[in-house]
């Protein structure tokens, strides 16, 4: 018996049973309703550590708030690449949604020399026209989430949903932080983890129920 034979799955065999021991898996106490519940465990199934569930943290309404948005057919900014290739095309394409990024572009690279600062805070600047509204994902630079959440203290932009889930160090859990201080509808990772692959879950799932029609009641008061 081959490798592929002794332990492939098809596709929808795999996301079945790959559900099912992430919910075995999870901590006891989380208190969550269906949909933030389905959201978080599309994280942990990305990042393979059912751990991360006890910093995964919803504001209230975030995810109604991220279906709405989804559903009137705004753009998903990402802060990199990355979080973009991440996202499922096919739910993008059945939704009319479009993503946006500009971290490799000529112009970011230009400005980020003109105003001294990292491509991730240029970037995030470059498409400050495009985030009114938008749904924006930023799984990598910390830089990013706090030039985004500058730009909404100061009044120019007002995303619909932050999903706020970079990694590292050096600004990393102090840019969450920041975030679950701020007015706007986040979903995050409280502290150093996180990640593209995090950020790109949340949308896709995001995508999902809205595609599905799973829209939760005013409040999300329903719990798992």
């Known amino acids: 018996m081959s490798l592929v034979e002794k332990y492939a799955l098809l596709p929808d065999e795999i996301d079945r049973e790959s559900l099912k021991m992430v919910e075995a898996s999870l901590p006891g106490g989380l208190s969550l309703s269906k949909t933030e519940h389905y959201v978080m465990c599309r994280i942990v199934r990305a990042e393979g550590d059912p751990e991360i569930s006890l910093d995964v943290e919803f504001s209230e309404g975030a995810v109604t708030t991220g279906i709405a948005a989804l559903l009137s057919g705004v753009d998903v900014v990402t802060d990199v690449r990355m979080v973009e290739v991440g996202i499922s095309r096919a739910l993008l394409s059945k939704l009319g949604t479009n993503t946006r990024c500009q971290i490799d572009t000529r112009q970011v690279a230009e400005r980020a020399i003109q105003e001294r600062t990292t491509r991730s805070v240029a970037a995030i600047r470059e498409l400050s026209p495009h985030l009114n509204g938008a749904v924006v994902a930023v799984g990598n630079a910390p830089t990013a989430l706090l030039a985004l959440l ?18 590292g160090y050096v600004a990393c859990a102090e840019s969450k932080e920041e975030l679950t201080r701020s007015d706007v509808p986040y979903i995050t990772i409280k502290g150093r983890r996180g990640g593209s692959s995090a950020a790109a879950a949340t949308v896709n799932a995001l995508l999902t129920l809205a595609l599905e029609g799973n829209k939760p009641e005013t409040g999300e008061a329903e719990k798992a």
């Open 150 to 167: 500058d730009l909404v203290s100061e009044g120019l932009v007002r995303p619909a949903l932050v999903v706020g889930m970079p990694v």
